[in-house]
């Protein structure tokens, strides 16, 4: 874990405008900046950046947040990478908290691969381009390709000599671990003697999603009977194939943007796609897909076309995981290249814009071309089509998500429709197959009830036919108040407290647990408790760069405000205009006194409910009693506040 001193040097450093503006051109306008999107397409800017408050909203598409926020959302980083970005960025030396013996060497040799990866990638490239044999063999070969050589430079190919051991050699003699050499795969000992690997190779570095070089594929030029086609890394700390796609880091912005991943099974179709100006595509490396795999898709869109040969081999090749897919909620299509050819050579044959025509035209959506491939090998056989049913019912029942009910059910209409069998009699046997998945996930019998699609209380569709949260007055008040702490309590609010202090005086921890209906508040309310009572200073920059994403998210929708003052102010009036900062005493006793009338509300609709109970004169008098105490307090608070409260 990077440790908390680290995260407050980078938090210190950080420049919003600086960071947004190393991917958005930005225009200042009055206090804040504005540009285009980066997240949708739109020709009018709507996107705001606020360097007083560090947050950004795009009042277009509605995303919102702070400078990790903005790497994690753009650049698809975690928290953790996004920090490492930023730590090196600004020159921060990264600290990690106390990790036991056995996880400190994993990160040492995790650290260590990367480092002898970067090391191999600048040696097969500067073989490649810049000696004899790389030009007159490798280069030949990719210019016979069709490569040219802004794609080659884009994905830092390279070439390892054929002579046996001259990358071996400069790694020994840069001082490079021999085991960890070994455990990276670029050498391989033989004879007691450090040999290359992949000579004699045209060299494909795989990235991150922070551009480092986890591994690398190599494939063989010359044809040889007697070695594989291609090579890759072996798994090790940081090369874990199951949850690599390659080319993702080259095209996560262009599948964010498109909101489409198109997914190809080689290294050199995805080279050539980029070099077309097809770059929302990556490739699996010829595998089955993983649920790692497909997740690191669904971080970027839930649209996924697979295109592959159209051949037996490459269809059953595509066909491979697919059920997964259902499963992670992707919208799944398949685009079979026609002629024998590949994607690679495909779209060298036809141009970059027929190749996208052709996907556009001829994509098929994978249940229903699963269901027409598997009639056609059935033919007329009733036993075979009979297994059909039953495969297509258990695929469809991969899509268990209750977001994604509609969806099943369309399935269900639709399949049972082309098979010409009763829909509720197939709807029966898909929930059958759920039932059967719960019970073995769960281990335990468990009756499995299909989401209904009713109306909730709490939600409302908008005029797009998006669901959207109300917030109603309690949850106003509620959210008031934990922002007058955020942004005012470190204020001095007498000579003796500052506002935090006052407020906690006026408010306790019983009354934050039962008043706050919305926890997360009462979670910021405890956290900035805490850190006051530590002797800190907490300000709303602590929230939003908090590593827990719900907190920061809730204060970052807590300090948006979608009015500034205007810049032509000063052109028409004299003076200053007030503003929260002004009048920020008056802001709190308001948020306080509506918070203590909601509580003197439930009090005395409580004792009103204990009135109608009494059985005896005494406990009739002794709530009366209470009822008038109760309402004179809440007549002493609407006084001060100018409210009349109406029943």
Not at 86 to 108: D, F, H
Not at 171 to 185: F, M
Not at 264 to 288: F, I, K, M, P, R
Not at 458 to 464: K, L
Request: charged share 30%; aromatic share 10%.
């Amino acid at each position: 874990m990077i440790s908390q001193n680290t995260i407050q040097q980078i938090q210190s450093r950080i420049d919003i405008i600086d960071i947004v503006g190393s991917f958005v051109k930005l225009k200042k306008r009055g206090a804040n900046y504005m540009g285009l999107c980066p997240f949708h397409n739109e020709k009018s800017p709507s996107f705001t950046v606020s360097p007083a408050k560090e947050i950004y909203k795009c009042f277009g598409c509605g995303k919102s947040g702070n400078s990790i926020g903005f790497l994690m959302e753009l650049e698809k980083y975690s928290y953790v990478e996004a920090l490492r970005w930023l730590a090196n960025k600004y020159g921060v030396e990264i600290e990690e908290t106390e990790v036991s013996p056995e996880v400190r060497l994993q990160q040492q040799a995790s650290d260590s691969l990367y480092i002898i990866n970067n090391f191999g990638q600048q040696f097969f490239t500067n073989a490649l381009l810049h000696t004899s044999e790389g030009e007159d063999i490798a280069m030949s070969y990719l210019a016979e390709r069709g490569f040219k050589k802004d794609i080659i430079d884009k994905f830092q190919l390279g070439y390892c000599p054929a002579n046996g051991d001259q990358f071996a050699n400069a790694a020994v003699t840069a001082q490079y671990n021999s085991e960890l050499l070994e455990k990276s795969g670029l050498v391989v000992l033989r004879d007691e003697k450090l040999r290359d690997n992949y000579r004699g190779r045209i060299i494909f570095p795989i990235h991150n999603q922070s551009g480092k070089v986890l591994g690398f594929g190599a494939r063989l030029i010359k044809n040889n009977d007697k070695a594989p086609k291609y090579i890759n890394t072996p798994e090790n700390e940081i090369y874990v194939k199951s949850k690599i796609l390659y080319g993702s880091y080259f095209a996560r912005m262009a599948i964010d943007k498109a909101d489409e991943c198109l997914l190809v099974e080689g290294y050199t179709d995805v080279v050539s796609l980029h070099q077309a100006g097809v770059e929302n595509v990556v490739a699996s490396g010829g595998t089955s897909l993983t649920p790692d795999q497909l997740r690191l898709v669904k971080k970027y869109t839930k649209n996924l076309t697979i295109i592959y040969d159209g051949d037996g081999a490459g269809i059953k090749a595509a066909l491979r995981g697919m059920d997964l897919a259902l499963e992670e909620g992707l919208n799944v299509r398949l685009v079979l290249i026609p002629d024998k050819e590949d994607p690679d050579s495909y779209v060298n044959k036809v141009g970059a814009t027929a190749f996208k025509q052709f996907v556009e035209d001829n994509k098929q959506d994978f249940v229903l071309f699963q269901l027409s491939l598997s009639l056609k090998d059935a033919g007329n056989d009733s036993a075979k089509k009979s297994t059909v049913v039953s495969q297509i019912a258990e695929t469809i029942s991969k899509i268990t998500k209750a977001e994604h009910f509609t969806r099943r059910q369309d399935y269900i209409k639709q399949v049972s429709e082309l098979l010409k069998i009763e829909e509720a009699g197939f709807n029966d046997l898909v929930n059958k197959f759920i039932r059967e998945k719960v019970q073995k996930d769960e281990g335990k019998n468990t009756v499995f009830t299909a989401p209904i699609s009713e109306p909730d209380a709490t939600i409302a569709a908008d005029e797009n036919g998006e669901i959207i949260a109300l917030f109603n007055t309690d949850e106003l008040q509620e959210r008031a108040i934990v922002r007058s702490l955020i942004e005012f309590g470190i204020k001095e609010w007498d000579e003796e407290n500052s506002v935090a202090a006052y407020i906690f005086k006026e408010i306790d921890n019983n009354d934050l647990e039962a008043m706050i209906e919305n926890k997360k508040l009462v979670d910021i309310v405890q956290l900035y408790r805490r850190w006051y009572d530590e002797g800190n200073s907490p300000t709303e920059k602590d929230f939003l760069y908090y590593e827990n994403e719900e907190i920061n998210n809730l204060v970052l929708q807590l300090m948006e405000t979608n009015t500034e003052i205007s810049i032509n102010w000063n052109k028409h009036y004299e003076g200053k205009i007030a503003t929260r900062e002004d009048y920020f005493k008056e802001e709190v006793i308001s948020t306080l006194s509506y918070f203590k009338l909601r509580k003197l509300k439930k009090m005395i609709d409580e004792n009103q409910r204990q009135l109608e109970k009494a059985s005896t004169d005494e406990d009739q008098f002794l709530f009366l009693k209470t009822h008038l105490a109760l309402k004179i307090e809440e007549q002493h608070i609407t006084r001060e506040l100018g409210t009349v409260i109406f029943k």
